[in-house]
């Protein structure tokens, strides 16, 4: 099926994360930001299990703030890096308003948002206003926010950008989701939208892409 959908039906997600994975993205791109330090700071949104917390932190020795709504993960995470002062666990994941939102049991494809799920079992969890997070924790500037969310990425990035809070952000991580309804004119709305603050570092599309803000 996956040799139909590549080499047959020229299937964009495919043909994308098929470059994504010769080019080994997620040992390579995904962890190499050069500038980060002992000093930056970075938003993991939508930690899971911590992985990509642990690697960054190990690599730049850099402050992290993982957001994980699932308490299972959530208790996790806390034990994972119990004894590792500059990771930061928080039970909720960041959107574009306050709320408790029901979340699929679909280990790293847990959704909000993936209308494919059955949430029959789901549970609800809390999700919270990013402008209200971004003030509570007194950060004015995130060298690094990766955003794994499984469709919640758009109303958070949308609500970044109307409240002119992406400026804060120096690299943006994102894997854009396409279940999502309308999802790539979704996505090109709001990469018009980004493309005012920061430029392309590399993309593969509906896979991962990173934005760098503009000097």
Not at 90 to 111: I, K
Not at 153 to 160: M, Q, S, V
Request: glycine share 6%.
């Amino acid at each position: 099926m996956r040799y139909v959908r590549l080499y047959l039906l020229r299937d964009e997600f495919t043909i994308e994360h098929n470059r994504w994975v010769h080019d080994n993205g997620d040992e390579t791109l995904r962890l190499n930001y050069p500038n980060l330090n002992s000093s930056s700071i970075v938003f993991d949104v939508g930690g899971y299990l911590g992985d990509f917390a642990f690697l960054i932190n190990e690599k730049y020795d850099c402050t992290v703030f993982l957001f994980e709504p699932d308490p299972k993960f959530y208790e996790h995470c806390v034990q994972r890096f119990d004894s590792n002062e500059k990771i930061f666990p928080l039970n909720y994941g960041l959107a574009d308003q306050n709320s408790f939102l029901t979340l699929s049991q679909e280990a790293d494809g847990s959704s909000f948002y993936n209308i494919g799920h059955n949430i029959k079992g789901g549970l609800r969890c809390q999700v919270r206003d990013v402008v209200e997070v971004l003030a509570e924790l007194s950060v004015s500037n995130i060298d690094l926010m990766k955003i794994n969310i499984e469709g919640g990425e758009f109303p958070l990035i949308k609500r970044l950008i109307e409240e002119n809070l992406l400026v804060l952000v120096d690299q943006i991580q994102i894997q854009f989701h396409n279940f999502v309804e309308n999802a790539s004119e979704i996505r090109e709305e709001l990469l018009a939208r980004i493309a005012k603050t920061h430029d392309p570092t590399w993309c593969y599309k509906f896979v991962w892409e990173n934005w760098k803000r503009k000097s």
